[in-house]
């Protein structure tokens, strides 16, 4: 089969920060709280749609790889939290970046979406008929919270990544992969009411519910077994591993599943403390990140982990290419805002905060 290699990557998150701190005003917790038993400091609060984050991502992610939106054969949205259900957010990224060639569609496995994605760009390049795929993450997940609950308010953010993968017969790309889902605990971590079977009404309450715990031990299993598995279908030893960007859920989940693989911290990249939890984009964020930091060089194995709603969980060994520097760059941005992070959450507190269900 032919190999989908990264040729483009690129970030996008939104200016407004939202802190420990801000968070202390409106929910009974505190800084010290969330540090020690998350790893979070802060994260992103969005003053615009999933797809405006997606768009500036994908134009980011384009330029690195030297490319136009024309040539996007596909573009694949890994989200939870769409503009809108019809039409599907890839289809408003198409339009929005102009890439008119390409079909666009999303795709939802919650906090595993990157992974899912990746390995959906691979084989549909792989089995020919695809040259190019634009895969986003991109989450505005701050609109599914009630910021007075405090189990589960401090937890996530907003932004997106995204990559580039074009056919390619380099020896390189996914080596190994495993995709799983257990539905049969999908009521642990979901968003009730959030499609068909909640009742119409303008008082409609759509916010994150979660059983933390019982979704902690779950995804230090299901991250660290699945990534012990792909590590050794890729044919590769512990040590042959240069870098795990696994999805940033929760420090102790990352260091947790790091120690299952016996892997040293240094070869775990996490960026937790400034985003939070943003679902499908922290992988993508995340890789760029690496990228920029000198994290990943040509030929790094890389392996990808994640976790989420459905419950899902996913894990890749990616062996990296040759070129690791951007063959371009892009001014694509975000309109401007001043708005803060406490201004911009005010609509749920009004919302929630009066205990509207
Ligand atoms: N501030 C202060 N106290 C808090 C907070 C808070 N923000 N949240 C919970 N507490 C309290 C609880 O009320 C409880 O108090 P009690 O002992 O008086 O009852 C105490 O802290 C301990 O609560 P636990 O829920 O047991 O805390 P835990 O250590 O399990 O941490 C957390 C909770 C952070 C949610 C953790 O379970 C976790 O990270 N779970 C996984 C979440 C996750 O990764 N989800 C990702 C998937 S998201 C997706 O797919 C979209």
């Given amino acids: 089969m032919r190999n989908a290699v990264i040729t483009g990557w690129g970030k996008c998150v939104p200016p407004a920060v939202l802190s420990n701190a801000d968070l202390e005003t409106v929910t009974e917790t505190s800084d010290e709280w969330i540090v020690t038993r998350t790893g979070i400091r802060e994260r992103r609060i969005s003053h615009v749609e999933t797809s405006d984050m997606a768009a500036v991502a994908g134009l980011r992610a384009l330029a690195t790889a030297g490319l136009e939106p024309d040539d996007i054969d596909l573009i694949l949205v890994a989200t939870c939290t769409p503009d809108r259900l019809i039409p599907s957010t890839a289809a408003i990224v198409q339009d929005k970046i102009g890439a008119g060639r390409a079909a666009a569609m999303d795709l939802n496995a919650a906090c595993s979406g990157f992974i899912f994605g990746l390995v959906t760009a691979r084989q549909m ?9 634009l895969l986003i993450g991109a989450e505005k997940l701050h609109y599914f919270l009630d910021f007075t609950d405090r189990s589960t308010s401090v937890l996530f953010g907003d932004g997106a990544g995204a990559v580039v993968l074009e056919g390619s017969d380099e020896d390189a790309g996914v ?4 995709l799983g889902t257990d539905g049969s605990v999908a009521d642990i971590l979901c968003v009730p009411r959030s499609g068909t079977e909640g009742a119409p009404g303008p008082d409609r309450r759509m916010v994150v519910h979660m059983e933390g715990a019982e979704v902690f031990r779950r995804a230090v299993a299901a991250m660290g077994d699945a990534s012990t598995r792909v590590i050794e279908e890729a044919g590769l030893e512990l040590d042959d591993i240069d ?6 859920a929760n420090i102790r989940i990352i260091e947790a599943t790091a120690r299952r693989l016996r892997l040293h911290p240094s070869k775990v990249f996490v960026n937790i403390a400034s985003y939070g939890n943003t679902s499908a984009a922290t992988i993508p964020i995340a890789l760029t990140e690496a990228i920029d930091e000198g994290r990943i060089t040509p030929g790094s194995n890389i392996v990808f982990a994640a976790f989420g709603g459905g419950l899902t969980w996913a894990a890749a060994v990616y062996r990296w290419g040759s070129r690791i520097e951007p063959l371009g760059s892009s001014d694509a941005d975000l309109p401007p805002s001043d708005a803060s992070g406490l201004e911009l959450m005010q609509p749920n507190i009004d919302l929630y905060g009066m205990g509207v269900q």
């Fill in 125 to 133: 390049i792989g089995a020919g008929g695809f040259e190019r795929v």
């Fill in 243 to 248: 870098l795990l960007i696994p999805h940033q």
């Fill in 175 to 178: 080596r190994s992969f495993e």
